[in-house]
């Protein structure tokens, strides 16, 4: 699965001090450009021994919020929701561009299959942006619930002369039924997976006029399907002379997909990856990322083993909300399986009796499930 380390090493084969002043003339001569010092400011980070991009899009963000810099805020506002952009781009071409090596080596993670047929339903907790919980699921014919409505929406795909040829559907989640913390999940008994995503995800988008979600319904529940409609969101709902006539400039519409609604109308998909253009200016993305996490530490409440694999512990967040569940009960187990580890990560170190580490591969660990 992507990992942080990958996405930043690909990022500078082709991101370096050089390239990005590069592009700042060229931003400059389309009339995006950013004052030297902020170019100069992140390009100091472009270090291959120490660059690591969410770390460049936490700095953005506090350069943004401080005070002392506000003249150059605009620019490190634009320059966050570019990288963050970047990321989503990177993620999402992995997910297409790999999809045969995905398909082949996803029938190793079977042990997932094993324990939805243990736990009904096997709650995932995921960081992840990619859709590959979803892919092992379709692979072993497992339903996956991510919390969303029965409710559909269409999305017009639509060809040169603007003609609807075809339709995605989404299901979709609205503001207040997310705030109400009763997301429709499977309940306890129910066959399945009930999957929640921290953090945004690739097939998960912002819509209409408020701050509704919809997530992207595949045709059927195959691992092509599944593919297939995360390219159809990203390329195939306008034609790119369409786009072109709608948007003439990309960076006009950073980390949004446009495409024209069943009434003809413009509109636009958010991305809910990391971050986007609204992240640092509207207080909703924030706090839809907060409401998340809160559902995450009221569904804790309910387990007394949980299961990290292939987790960092490196957001502070997440690990305040492990500490706490933890810390409730004596009972409660947390088992952390991860390459070469060999001790308690710091901040759990008081709770050391309640950690299990088994250091493995996640294929590995899946393997020895039975």
């Not at 996405?7 to 004052?35: C, D, M, Q, V, Y």
């Not at 570019?82 to 999809?99: K, P």
């Not at 503001?175 to 997976?193: C, M, R």
């Amino acid at each position: 699965m992507p990992l942080r380390v990958d996405i930043s090493a690909e990022i500078l084969t082709w991101l370096s001090p050089a390239s990005l002043r590069k592009l700042n003339a060229t931003w400059t001569g389309r009339g995006f450009g950013h004052p030297d010092e902020v170019i100069e400011d992140i390009a100091r980070m472009l270090d291959e021994t120490t660059f690591d991009y969410e770390a460049v899009l936490k700095h953005m963000e506090v350069q943004y919020l401080n005070d002392a810099r506000a003249g150059f805020a605009q620019a490190y506002h634009a320059l966050y929701a570019w990288l963050s952009q970047v990321v989503s781009q990177l993620l999402y071409r992995r997910q297409v561009e790999r999809r045969d090596s995905y398909r082949e080596g996803l029938q190793y993670f079977e042990g997932i299959a094993r324990l939805a047929q243990r736990h009904r339903p096997l709650w995932i907790f995921s960081l992840n942006h990619d859709v590959l919980v979803e892919c092992i699921a379709a692979l072993f014919g497992i339903e996956v619930n991510a919390g969303f409505s029965s409710r559909t929406v269409c999305l017009p795909c639509r060809g040169r002369d603007g003609r609807a040829i075809a339709a995605l559907a989404a299901e979709t989640l609205t503001d207040a039924e997310l705030a109400s913390g009763q997301l429709l999940f499977f309940k306890t008994g129910w066959p399945g997976i009930n999957l929640l995503k921290l953090h945004g995800a690739l097939d998960v988008f912002t819509y209409g006029e408020g701050h509704d979600l919809v997530r992207l319904k595949p045709a059927d529940q195959t691992f092509d399907a599944i593919i297939d409609a995360l390219q159809i969101a990203n390329e195939g709902l306008l034609d790119p002379s369409v786009v072109s006539s709608l948007v003439p400039d990309p960076l006009a519409a950073t980390n949004k997909i446009p495409y024209i609604d069943g009434d003809g109308q413009p509109r636009v998909l958010g991305r809910t990856l990391l971050a986007s253009a609204a992240r640092l200016t509207d207080p909703y993305p924030p706090l839809m990322q907060r409401r998340l996490l809160e559902y995450f530490r009221a569904s804790l409440t309910q387990a007394d083993r949980l299961v990290a694999i292939g987790y960092s512990m490196s957001d502070g967040e997440v690990n305040e909300i492990l500490y706490e569940w933890l810390e409730a009960s004596g009972t409660r187990q947390l088992e952390i399986v991860a390459p070469g580890i060999a001790q308690v990560p710091s901040f759990l170190e008081k709770l050391s009796a309640q950690v299990e580490l088994s250091p493995a591969s996640a294929t590995t660990y899946l393997e020895r499930i039975e």
